[in-house]
């Protein structure tokens, strides 16, 4: 949901010519560059940048798209057909991005662990392992099935228990139907709809671009709006943390 006073991150800015430098960092020939567990994004002294790190569970009813999109978050190739995730799969991206009040960019580093739905139903320590320390809860649904977003209040109370409720939630919709998709046969939930859970729990659904992108410099202008979102949101949750008022300020937290 926008923030009082506009965003506190400069929406856009990894793909303007002023992030031109941090953009390449994060590709290898052309490519999304896949980064080890102790590689980062490789800069020249003069454009030094902090990293923050958070970690992202992505929560959802089997089939709505979870593994697919991480995938096309981390610009890696997306499975060609469904498949039930049997474990824990962890993936990390970074993405750069510039607080409005600072004079130097942040560097988000991203830890989305995916875990398939009926495994967490069915091995209990799954969902703890999750949780720990996680700074956000992505709850996807897919457009075209109305059963994965009507489920969305109770998979919420489930996910959600005592004293998380400081967890950063965002609501993602995959899938996402041409304009005006109320009219669409392909779309199970129309804008009404969303409107309605908007207004009811206060928390703005993002729609995913398409998954199918690939990890090219082209396909990146299809899922920045939605990283962009993330940690706009991550960033805004730990500035008020930090007692910096609205989180407009540019200096990352301590």
Known sequence: MAARGGSALEPGWLLSPAGRPYLDSIFQKNQRRVFGLLERPALPPALAAPTVTYKLFVSGKSGVGKTALVAALAGTPVPPTHHETLGIEASTVFWPAKPRASDRPVI?????????????????????????EADAILFLFSFTDRSSFEELPAQMSRIVGPGEENLVKVVVGTNPPPPRFDLSPLSDVTERDVAAFEGAWG?????????????????LAQ????LDALVERLWRQDQIAAGLGTGDEGSPPA
């Open 203 to 219: 928390l703005q659904v993002l729609r995913a671009g398409s998954a199918g992108a690939g990890g090219g410099r082209g396909a």
């Open 108 to 132: 988000f580093q991203l830890h989305f662990w995916d875990c398939g739905d009926g495994a967490l139903k069915k091995f209990e320590h799954l969902l703890p392992a999750c949780k720990e």
């Open 223 to 226: 899922v920045a709006p939605l």
